[in-house]
């Protein structure tokens, strides 16, 4: 069975930097996309960027200018760092495992997420 | 948000209720990619419907899709409590864009 884990700080200052890891457990981190995707207070969900077991990554172009995702095999973990935040990135952050169907990959496994708070 | 889903719904037990999303040519006209979640409070989504119509293995057949033109839809037959949750679609939108999600629908099991 797929488990995913968030973990990271609870609270970041405004302007600094937003650092998550999303721990995988119960199956291999090669293969497979893995997203972020993130949830606003009483809002909907807002993708991320995913990244490939290779390394290959795609972000949302709205946050792309300060969005890194990373992935480690070797720990299998992967990780989501946004810099320069604003109380506007405050939300419930989702790690995500792809399910591919069809030849696309859905979200089809998700951690149970973690506030994160950008206040000072 | 890029997808456009009424902000609520609501059904009596054993109805049905329809849930539509509406995007562009560029996202739910031009891909078959539109998939549907659904999300308890406190939860994390779940993954309902994929590929328009279809549903992963332990999704009841209650829960349906559709799509027309740039316009996808989620019917719930036979309106259960359990299904009083928000639902959220979502779709493929191309190499430069990604994935789009909708605002989110509240449905309300009278």
């Known amino acids: 069975q797929v488990q995913l884990q968030e973990s990271g700080p609870g609270l970041v200052k405004p302007s600094g930097t937003l650092s998550l890891t999303c721990a995988v457990s119960?199956?291999?981190?090669?293969?497979?996309?893995w997203s972020w995707v993130r949830q606003s207070p009483g809002q909907g969900l807002e993708w991320i960027g995913e990244i490939y077991h290779s390394g290959s990554a795609n972000y949302n172009p709205s946050l792309e200018s300060r969005v890194t995702i990373s992935i480690d095999e070797s720990k299998k973990h992967f990780s989501l760092n946004l810099k320069s935040v604003t109380a506007a990135d405050t939300a419930v952050y989702f790690c995500?495992?792809?399910?591919?169907?069809?030849?696309?990959?859905?979200?089809?496994?998700w951690g149970q997420g973690t506030l994160v708070t950008v206040s000072s | 948000s890029a997808l456009t889903q009424p902000p609520s719904a609501s059904g009596s037990p054993a109805q049905s209720v329809t849930i539509s999303c509406t995007g562009t040519?560029?996202?739910?006209?031009?891909?078959?990619?539109v998939s549907w979640y659904q999300q308890h409070p406190g939860k994390a989504p779940k993954l309902i419907i994929y590929?328009?119509?279809k549903r992963p293995s332990g999704v009841p057949d209650r829960f349906s899709g559709s799509k027309s033109g740039n316009r996808a839809s989620l019917t719930v037959s036979g309106l259960q409590a359990e299904d009083e949750a928000d639902y959220y679609c979502s779709s493929y939108a191309g190499s430069d864009n990604g994935v789009f999600f909708g605002g989110g629908t509240k449905l309300t099991v009278l």
């Open positions: 040519s560029s996202d739910v006209g031009a891909y078959k990619y």
């Open positions: 995500t495992r792809g399910v591919e169907y069809g030849g696309y990959d859905y979200f089809g496994y």
């Open positions: 590929e328009v119509d």
């Open positions: 119960g199956d291999s981190i090669s293969s497979n996309w």
